[in-house]
């Protein structure tokens, strides 16, 4: 059951419920605290319902062979991957990251936990495989080094953390909180 309806293409509560997976998900790869996932709102084919959630749509939501990838990044590369992604009008980013952006699509301010990205800084990212080989013209994240691979495709594994919910008793929910914006 989905609590609302979240459309897909855009920024909002489906990006967000997406990428606070991805990091929970990303988490269980690696015994290594995971600092926050970056995924490509391209990548949610559908929009999620209000109400009834079916095993297909879900399927057809994330349709792609991807998989689940932790890597390290420096903080300088990683602002360079912001800036791609500001580009095309920014992407999902899990619950610890901020990232504002001016018209000009460059960086006015981009924090982890409230304190800017340090460029120096080595961080761990949950991703999908795609992004970390430079797809999606994400070449910064190609600097980064993979530390842990997961052997289920993405779709599969959002389906089976679904499934958790249902059994659970929980619904599918996020906000629609700006995460990466442009600056008004």
Do not use: C, H
């Amino acid at each position: 059951q989905s609590a609302k309806a979240m459309p897909n293409g855009k920024l909002g509560a489906l990006s967000n419920w997406v990428s606070d997976v991805a990091k929970e998900l990303g988490q269980k790869l690696t015994p290594e605290p995971v600092d926050f996932a970056i995924m490509n709102k391209g990548g949610i084919r559908q929009p999620m319902p209000q109400g009834d959630v079916s095993e297909g749509l879900i399927g057809v939501m994330f349709p792609f062979d991807n998989r689940l990838v932790v890597m390290k990044i420096k903080g300088s590369d990683l602002l360079d991957a912001f800036k791609v992604m500001a580009v095309r009008g920014g992407d999902a980013v899990s619950k610890e990251l901020k990232v504002l952006y001016n018209d000009d699509n460059e960086i006015v301010s981009a924090k982890y936990n409230g304190k800017p990205i340090n460029k120096n800084k080595i961080y761990t990212v949950v991703t999908l495989n795609y992004l970390a080989d430079g797809g999606d013209y994400m070449e910064p994240f190609k600097k980064g080094g993979i530390i842990a691979k997961g052997t289920a495709k993405f779709g599969e594994e959002m389906l089976e953390y679904v499934k958790g919910l249902t059994a659970a008793g929980k619904v599918i929910d996020s906000s629609g909180e700006s995460r990466m914006y442009e600056l008004d």
